[in-house]
């Protein structure tokens, strides 16, 4: 049974925004009803890697949280001698999405390994999947990241960029986030949790342009790179090497 988010539904301190035990139990919850889009970006991710995964490669899930991109690419993944490495800094994170993966019948291996992305090694990779990740790491650290994944991309390879962002027109920013607040509001979240979860991610996820992404990807040497789904103020990019 789908564990309901809570977790701001009464007044409280504001506090920074952690991948704690907390939210790890609620969390498959709190990404479908946070975030528009999502579950057409999961299957989006099975489907790409039906066609990108190669043959004795890696497929990296950076920020692999309960690990759905993770299965995903198991699902999806038709090529011999796949292994998948789903990264994540929480212990708690991790301990369900262990749990997560035990459920469903995959046929591709799926490892974890708790460590932050700035210090995971990209080998022999052939997909690699920053699914609302990258927009928790601080921003001077990012195209660093980028280079790192291009580096240990496979000739072909893809990434595929899941993210928050922001637009440079103020009035088209305000109303998405106005939509967006519309969104948690019609999957059934409150004033007051819709306030406080934005007042706990303050200075924690910070949001970029599109633009950015796409120039940090073609700076970091990608040759194709363009939007692959974009609802409201959520984006998913794929860049090919």
């Given amino acids: ?29 709190m990404i479908k009803r946070s975030v528009p889009g999502y579950s057409e970006i999961i299957v989006n991710i099975q489907q790409l890697a039906s066609i990108y995964c190669q043959d004795n490669s890696n497929c990296y899930d950076l920020g692999c949280s309960l690990g759905a991109a993770s299965l995903a690419m198991s699902h999806g993944n038709r090529a011999q001698g796949v292994e998948i490495i789903g990264v994540d800094n929480s212990q708690a994170m991790l301990e369900q999405c262990e749990n997560n993966i035990a459920g469903f019948v995959h046929k591709t291996p799926i490892s974890l390994v708790q460590a932050n992305i700035q210090q995971t090694e990209i080998i022999n990779a052939s997909m690699v999947v920053l699914n609302y990740t990258l927009q928790f790491v601080q921003q001077e650290k990012r195209q660093r990241i980028i280079e790192k994944i291009y580096d240990g991309l496979l000739p072909g390879g893809i990434l595929i960029l899941s993210e928050k ?11 998405m986030i106005d939509l967006h607040h519309r ?40 040759k194709h790179v363009n939007c692959l789904q974009q609802q409201l103020n959520f984006a998913s990019l794929i860049a090919i090497k």
């Fill in 165 to 175: 962002i922001i637009y440079s027109d103020t009035a088209i920013n305000q109303l």
């Fill in 1 to 29: 049974m789908l564990n309901s988010d809570k977790i701001y539904s009464k007044s409280q301190d504001s506090t920074p925004f952690r991948f704690d035990k907390k939210v790890a139990t609620v969390f498959t919850d």
């Fill in 183 to 222: 969104f948690k509001r019609d999957n059934g979240y409150s004033e007051l949790e819709i306030s406080q979860k934005r007042s706990a991610l303050e200075n924690v996820l910070i949001p970029e342009l599109l633009e950015t992404h796409i120039y940090r990807m073609q700076k970091a040497g990608f």
